[in-house]
């Protein structure tokens, strides 16, 4: 069923992945591109394919410190940055799963921005620029380098979360940010999952907002779930904050005490299950879509409460129990997706699609940058 | 000369909407030539002022069987001529559709209509402790509609983002009349594309939105001001780059310069900056009071450090007021002191504008026009103003010259053409200093999925009527 | 593109304005603040829409006796909320009066508002007008017919008009009622009352010399309300002159386009005042108030008159400025609530928002609801609404519905024309309540603890 590609291709500049994209539309190949090596997607189909890498496409390529901004090429990795950027006091506010092991590109064309969204805005919020090859190797360079940087359509927010769908990503200018001197990272914990939705509702409600706020089904071996929160600022305005916070809940934090390696546990937790769903709802639907999953069974629920965006591991998928899940959800407004596919290729379940109306547009978009449907995943949904 | 348009359609459209909702007498229509930039004139062959969704999809689905173009309008405060008129066009006005649907606390979010005026949604969500963070400067008055369309930014925006970072979700009206539903808070847009993402800022060539759904932020605890008086636009470039660089995140940092506040000094605006100053900083923080003195106090060190002759800090909403009374008057100072004015807006890097201020003020003496610069220095948003007089044809022309030579020195530097007045009319023929015929040509395919027969607001943002017609 | 007609005479009032319609840079900020453009969403009927018709004449784009014209400066309701948000200082009012005036010369008025402005600018007729409107209404005549015409009917402007006419009756009783204590009634959303009093009694004269318009409107259906500026200024030590011979002051003519007649009563007021020795000219009628403060402007083509226009002009004070920069002194306890709404003549032509609320303050046991959107209009201004019954009424009602909103004992607004309206507006809801000006309830308050009384203890 899962066709395996005929090899894989590392293109070193723009200029070689625009030439390949046009082989393959002469050719009737198909391209997966590949980021950071990894992969999500299952690829179906009988056509023979390649993946397409972009680890030579690799480096930073401005930083001005002073203008918060810096551009890197798509395959240089998020780690890579991190460092670039901390030595400046800099930092790039994204915590999506693994994010150090990612690739800029790859980031950008999945659109995760992980908790810190709720403290810094969306990735697609910073991403300033881009340069990318379309699926017929036309070279585009979208947005600037500048904060405010539209002239014409916004082309940079489909191609943010398109995933390979429109056209490979050679190149991102993110917004960066001052590194906040105090990262505070504030625990509440109870047996169950469940009876942390309040609080979790309280702090989407208060009149002081967190940088993040995220619900956890386990920090670690033999830890019971947790409320964890966090804030960022100087001393005294973490320490008001805690205050204010605490006040409107009513309770007392414990404070983290090992704040770093509990927020990279926390981000990580259960992304490389075996297959992994993503579920949104609206926040006052917490309790349900939570309901919703715990019928999955799931190895790992975490779930970000401030957009009530849950990631979900589980060993296996059962497509009924999947399906019925995606219905609850959808029936509060909310949606539910696959974001890893099973290494065996087996069915995961239907999962929510765009309106009839929302698809039409997309493949019209589709079809603007990938005439010849090159571009694999792209091909699949038409 | 305008072509006034079939009875039948008229009739039609009268059908739809009533007939106190649709002008078609020409003295009448006078009013709708021009939007915020009254330098283009161009009159409708009618105006509609639909008051529902099911009204707009009417009006258009009609309009779109006879071929006729449509330009949406909100408030008509746009600088950029995004609602100008077309002569084969009929203005579909939001004016009226000006309802709040839902304020949800819970969820943060709200639902209006398109033309629910900015400042409103903010006053009827502050009871709730919350506001809508997008502050354009023409707040009070533009409407949420026109907001998406141009994806609106203001002063605050430095902090904390433009009207992109909060629109969560639309209805729409496409071509040919069709209803559509893009996004919503609670779906993820992950599982497609982020169409709400790239209907905002669509400038009107997508479709009308007729119903919006934005995210709300909770009321900062507190606010402080600071006032930075200095010698030259020079010190005040280096405060910023100061301010900016030392790990503070102000919600807003504006300068004006001298011309600026010459202006401000010499009309009923008076707002008490010594007029030998070369430049005034305005900085806000706004957040947790606790931080509020120390991020001030860090602000004034700054600005003392870069050679500020003088650093006034608010404490109160009055005292606050009062220093940005400059700020805010600017535009209305320079309405009284010149026939005309034009309003520029484009973006350089925020470390480049010290140069490229020079550049512009170079221009200015060359073609021996008074500019008055605005900015949002905090990110880079330039806003020279040029102040002249149209019924000089030789001025008129020079302000264009000078227009161009500015365009070209900010893409130069690395910037773009616009900020946050989108691209209109008016910098339409700047768009190719920005995007090459690959690029321009994609921006042309990607609206033609909205808008196969380009029937929305035709002509505007892309260059090149021969793609047009 | 059309052309000027015939008239020619719009080379008159507008034609000369050039400079005033220059600082307006079409930003649209006054859009949000005019009650027409709020309802009809049409920019023909906001200011900047009028703006662009007026330069449109000016131009020669536009015909002075079209329709648009005529249509959209008659709808305008002249409240100039659009003043204080204009950035550029566009003296609007001003320019309306001129273009009402360019507008009546190429296309007279409708019947209705010339006849009024005729009775009005004569003595004679407005004596006899007055004297009918008080009969009707004394005789209880106005709330019968308000209560005998069908609403909604062919006959809704004479039902406006007679509930306008019953509106204007005196509070009486109600007031006078109103419980004896400091606590108001409902004391929820209470305005502090300032607890100590420290304005004690004044020497009568010590604060200056006041004269005081009697006004039409006033003299011929609200005679109380002058009768209670004289007493409630008395008490605050001005020594209240009388102006004999003392006429209409002009402002509904200018209002209307009518300016030569404006100036007409205006100098012949002016020259009556002039023949008294006063401090201020004291004003109980926002609309007078707002044109007589600005009687520079309207001479403002005669040198030797305008001299002397601005001279007056200076000492014109609204009589809530006058009694709030005394203090005011405080009374005796009127126990109620009241629905405070500002008149647009006051609020945005005077600037005057604060003195009204200092003179509620100065009576104990008031307790002050700032209506919904006390700064829109109420669809007073004049009589707007029997000219334009349909638009008129849907401002008045939204008014009516938010001071019912309150639950206040009283409505109350500082202006005759507002209170007509209002309380036209009551009636027509059903509601037997008429509005109040806040001088009446200061006058109970002060007849309440004495100050009246033979002796007096005001000296």
């Known amino acids: 069923m899962t066709a395996t590609p005929e090899s894989v291709v590392h293109p070193s500049s723009d200029a070689e992945v625009a030439e390949i994209m046009i082989d393959a539309s002469r050719e009737g190949v198909g391209i997966f591109p590949l980021s950071s090596g990894h992969r999500a997607h299952p690829v179906r189909g009988e056509r023979p394919y390649l993946e397409l890498s972009t680890t030579r496409l690799d480096g930073i390529v401005e930083y001005e410190p002073a ?13 890579t940055i991190d460092e670039a950027l901390r030595a400046h006091g800099q930092w790039a506010p994204f915590d999506p799963p693994n994010v150090g092991e990612r690739s800029i590109g790859g980031l950008a064309a999945v659109g995760d921005s992980g908790p810190l969204w709720m403290g810094y805005g969306e990735l697609r919020n910073h991403v300033l620029g881009m340069t990318v090859v379309t699926g017929d190797g036309r070279m585009l360079s979208l947005g600037g380098r500048v904060v405010k940087n539209v002239a014409g359509y916004d082309l940079l927010k489909p191609m943010v979360g398109s995933r390979g769908s429109l056209a490979v990503v050679t190149s991102v200018c993110l917004r960066v940010y001052p590194e906040p001197s105090v990262d505070r990272v504030l625990l509440l914990r109870r047996d169950r999952l469940s009876d942390l939705v309040a609080a979790a509702h309280s702090v989407g409600t208060a009149p002081v907002m967190p940088v993040s706020s995220v619900l956890v089904d386990r920090t670690g071996v033999n830890e019971s779930p947790a409320l964890v929160i966090r804030l960022h ?43 992994v769903l993503v579920a949104s709802a609206l926040p006052s639907a917490l309790s349900e879509v939570i309901r919703a999953l715990e019928r999955l069974e799931p190895e790992t629920i975490v779930a970000d409460t401030y957009a009530a965006r849950f990631r979900v591991g589980l060993s296996q998928a059962d497509p009924e129990a999947v399906g019925n899940a995606r219905a609850s959800i959808e029936r509060l407004g909310g949606t539910l997706r696959v974001a890893r596919f099973p290494a065996d290729g087996a069915e995961v379940g239907p999962t929510s699609e765009p309106s009839p109306a929302e698809k039409d547009l997309i493949i019209g978009i589709e079809k603007t940058f990938d005439p010849m449907g090159v571009l694999w995943p792209a091909r699949s949904r038409r | 000369m305008t072509r006034p348009l079939a009875p039948d359609v008229v009739r039609g459209l009268t059908e739809i909407v009533g007939a106190a909702n649709v002008i078609t007498d020409p003295d009448r229509l006078l009013v709708y030539e021009s939007d915020g930039l009254s330098a283009y004139r161009v009159s409708p062959r009618a105006v509609v002022l639909p008051g529902t969704s099911d009204e ?199 300068i004006i310069d001298r011309a600026t506040i010459e202006a401000v000094e010499a009309s009923i605006f008076a707002a008490g900056y010594p007029t030998d100053a070369g430049a005034a900083l305005v900085v806000e923080f706004d957040g947790t009071e606790a931080g509020l003195d120390l991020g001030a106090d860090r602000a004034e060190k700054c600005c003392f450090e870069a050679g500020a002759r003088e650093v006034r800090r608010a404490t109160s909403e009055a005292e606050r007021a009062a220093l940005w009374k400059g700020r805010k008057k600017a535009f209305g100072a320079m309405g009284r002191i010149a026939p005309d004015l034009l309003v520029q807006d484009a973006t350089v890097p925020r470390t480049k504008l010290p140069e490229v201020l020079a550049r512009i003020a170079e221009i200015g003496e060359r073609y021996d026009l008074k500019i008055a610069n605005v900015f949002h220095a905090g990110d880079g948003n330039l806003h020279p103003n040029i102040l002249f007089d149209r019924k000089n044809a030789e001025e008129l022309d020079r302000v264009e010259r000078a227009s161009t030579e500015i365009m070209h020195l900010c893409v130069d530097a690395g910037g773009t053409i616009t900020g946050e007045h989108g691209v209109g009319i008016d910098k339409r023929g700047y768009m190719s200093l920005v995007h090459n015929e690959t690029e321009l040509e994609m921006l042309r395919s990607v609206r033609a999925v909205f808008d196969p027969d380009r029937l929305f607001n035709r002509g505007k943002v892309l260059p090149d009527p021969l793609a047009e017609t | 593109m059309s052309t000027t007609t015939g008239s020619g005479s719009l080379a008159s009032a507008l034609e000369a304005q050039r400079e005033r319609l220059l600082p307006c840079v079409h930003c649209g900020f006054c859009l949000p603040a005019c009650p027409t453009y709020n309802r009809l969403g049409d920019e023909a009927d906001s200011p900047r829409g009028r703006l662009h018709l007026m330069q449109a004449v000016v131009d020669g784009r536009l015909d002075a006796g079209s329709d648009a014209f005529h249509t959209h400066i008659d709808r305008c309701l002249g409240c100039r909320a659009c003043e204080p948000v204009c950035p550029s200082g566009v003296e609007y009012g001003t320019l309306l009066e001129l273009a009402r005036e360019t507008a009546t010369r190429a296309r007279p008025q409708g019947k209705l508002t010339r006849a009024l402005l005729a009775v009005m600018g004569s003595p004679a007729l407005r004596a006899v007008f007055f004297l009918g409107g008080r009969t009707l209404r004394s005789l209880g005549v106005a709330r019968l017919a308000v209560r005998l015409i069908p609403a909604g009917a062919r006959l809704g402007g004479i039902r406006l008009a007679f509930a306008m006419l019953a509106s204007s009756s005196p509070p ?288």
Do not use: W
Not at chain 2, 73 to 101: C, E, F, H, Q, Y
Not at chain 2, 194 to 219: H, K, M, N, Q, Y
Not at chain 3, 258 to 270: E, H, P, T, V
Not at chain 3, 278 to 283: F, L, R, S, T
């Open chain 2, 56 to 254: 707009v999809a009417a009006v258009v689905t009609l309009l779109h069987l006879e071929g006729i173009e449509i330009v949406p309008r909100g408030a008509g405060t746009g600088l950029s001529g995004g609602a100008l008129p077309t002569p084969d066009g009929v203005v579909v006005g939001t004016a009226r559709m000006n309802r709040i649907i839902e304020i949800d606390p819970e969820n943060r979010l709200a639902r209006v209509q398109p033309g629910v005026i900015n400042a409103r949604l903010t006053e009827a969500t502050q009871p709730y402790g919350l506001f809508y963070a997008p502050d354009p400067s023409s707040q009070s008055t533009c409407t949420l509609g026109g907001n998406v369309a141009e994806n609106s930014g203001g002063p605050h925006c430095l902090k904390y983002g433009v009207t992109s970072r909060y629109v969560t979700g639309l209805t729409v009206v496409l071509a040919g009349g069709r209803i559509v539903k893009l996004g919503g808070a609670g779906r993820d847009s992950a599982g497609g594309l982020d169409l709400v993402g790239l209907f905002v800022g669509s400038e009107g060539c997508f479709g009308i939105a007729t119903e919006i759904e934005v995210r709300l932020l909770p009321i900062a605890e507190g606010v402080r001001t600071l006032l930075g008086i200095f010698e030259t636009m020079e010190a005040a470039g280096h405060a910023v780059t100061e301010i900016m660089g030392s790990g503070l995140l102000p919600a807003a940092v504006e």
């Open chain 3, 172 to 459: 009486g009783r109600r007031l006078q009622k109103a419980p004896v204590n400091a606590v108001p009634s409902r004391a929820i959303g209470a305005v502090a009352v300032a607890d100590d009093d420290s304005v004690g009694p004044v020497p009568r004269g010590s604060r200056g010399r006041v004269a005081y318009l009697e006004g039409c409107v006033q003299r011929g259906l609200f005679e109380r309300i002058n009768q209670a500026t004289v007493r409630t200024l008395e008490a605050n030590g001005y020594e209240v002159v009388p102006v004999a011979h003392q006429g209409c002051c002009g402002a509904l003519h200018a209002h209307g386009g009518d300016l030569r007649n404006a100036r007409r009563l205006a100098g012949a007021n002016i020259l009556v005042f002039e023949g008294v020795e006063i401090d201020y000219v004291a004003v109980n009628a926002a609309g007078c108030g707002a044109a007589m403060k600005d009687y520079g402007t309207l001479f403002e083509s005669n040198q030797e008159m305008s001299t002397r226009a601005e001279a007056f002009a200076a000492k014109v004070r609204d009589v809530t400025e006058l009694l709030s920069q005394a203090g005011p002194r405080r009374g005796a306890p009127v126990s109620c609530s009241v629905a405070y709404d500002h008149p647009c003549h006051l609020l945005h032509a005077q600037g005057v928002a604060q003195e009204p609320l200092d003179v509620l303050r100065a009576v104990p046991g008031i307790d002050v609801r700032l209506i919904d959107r006390a700064d829109e209009c109420c669809g007073g201004a004049g009589i707007y609404g029997i000219t334009h019954p349909e638009l008129g009424g849907r401002i008045g009602r939204d008014k009516v519905a938010a001071i019912l909103r309150e639950e206040a004992d009283h409505a109350c607004t500082p202006n005759p024309g507002c209170m007509m309206q209002i309380g036209a507006g009551l009636l027509l809801e059903g509601s037997s309540d008429v509005a109040v000006h806040p001088i009446e309830l200061l006058d109970e308050s002060y007849r309440r603890a004495g100050y009246y009384s033979a002796t007096g203890d005001s000296q």
């Open chain 1, 67 to 79: 203008d918060l901004t810096l551009t890197a090429r798509a395959g240089t990795s998020l780690a």
């Open chain 1, 233 to 275: 600022g100087v001393e005294e305005t973490v320490g008001a904050d805690q205050a204010s916070l605490e006040g409107h809940l009513g309770i007392v934090f414990e404070q983290a005490p090992s704040a770093t390696a509990l927020c990279t546990a926390v981000r990580d937790r259960g992304a490389t299950s075996n297959v």
